[in-house]
């Protein structure tokens, strides 16, 4: 999992990401959202978060190479919460704060841009990271 290699590469345990990882997560203060990576329409991969985001490199996982696609990185990515209920507007704003500072640690606006759609699927936040050329 990249989220892990990421992690140890930054001399973080790993143990907290691998342990709420699960196909139906217990709905418990650990696991909270779901983040549905769409890698460019030929795969998705989803990761189970906590409420703080702070086990995943967003910006890092923008440019892993999926060397059977011969691509790098992720067209966009879903978060939901496991609840299924709608993410709340202030909680969106909470999600659309810790991504941007993830992604804007590693990449200016002049690299990357961001967009956060919260009307494409009802309760449910699209995040567009698009590489500038």
Known sequence: MACCAYLQ??????D???????YRPDLNADSYYSLT?????????????PRDFKCLDL???HDFPWNDFKMCGY?????????YKALSDPEIEEI??????DIRFDYS???????FDRD???GVLVVYVIDIM
């Open 59 to 61: 910006a890092d996982l």
């Open 9 to 14: 590469i930054d001399g973080r345990s790993m």
């Open 37 to 49: 990576f769409n890698l460019f329409d030929r795969a998705f991969g989803r990761v189970i978060a």
């Open 120 to 122: 494409a699927v009802p």
């Open 75 to 83: 067209y966009d990515f879903r978060v939901a919460r496991l609840d």
């Open 96 to 101: 659309e704060n810790a991504i941007t500072d």
């Open 16 to 22: 907290e990401v691998l342990d709420i990882q699960a």
């Open 109 to 115: 606006e002049e690299e990357v841009e961001l967009l």
